[in-house]
């Protein structure tokens, strides 16, 4: 991982920091083409050059987010279409929603494969 990754993990309170770090595993574990970088001040996911999904920290709300990038939508009327993004809060508190976040990652990840 690099730096400004690992400092942005290691940067937040507990427990949204062993949260955070939970679902950087998760997401990373999904299929090994996923790849992590820092984009929009936020740890960001991408899959075959397109955007995947995002963790989000803002004030005490912690969010997972995935996106279906706007190269895998149909143009319609010749309007260009924009990447879509679905979120969700995630409670640090509570155990992580395992069976949504797979069966999320495993759609976006299947439209991203159908795409291409």
């Known amino acids: 991982m690099n730096t400004t990754l690992e400092s942005y993990y290691l940067?937040?309170?507990e427990p949204y920091q062993s949260c955070l770090l939970a679902l950087k595993d998760i997401i990373l574990r999904a299929n090994p083409a996923i790849c992590h970088e820092r984009k929009f001040q936020?740890?960001?996911f991408t899959y075959k050059n397109k955007k995947l999904g995002y963790l989000w920290l803002n004030q005490k709300k912690l969010m997972?987010?995935?996106c279906l990038d706007k190269s895998l939508q149909e143009?319609?009327?010749g309007i260009k279409p924009k990447d879509k993004y679905e979120s969700f809060r995630i409670d640090p508190n509570a155990d992580l929603p395992i069976e949504i976040i797979m069966e999320k990652l495993t759609y976006y990840l299947g439209r991203i494969d159908a795409g291409l």
Do not use: D
């Open 64 to 66: 997972l987010g995935f």
């Open 11 to 13: 940067s937040k309170p």
């Open 42 to 44: 936020i740890p960001f």
């Open 75 to 77: 143009t319609v009327g």
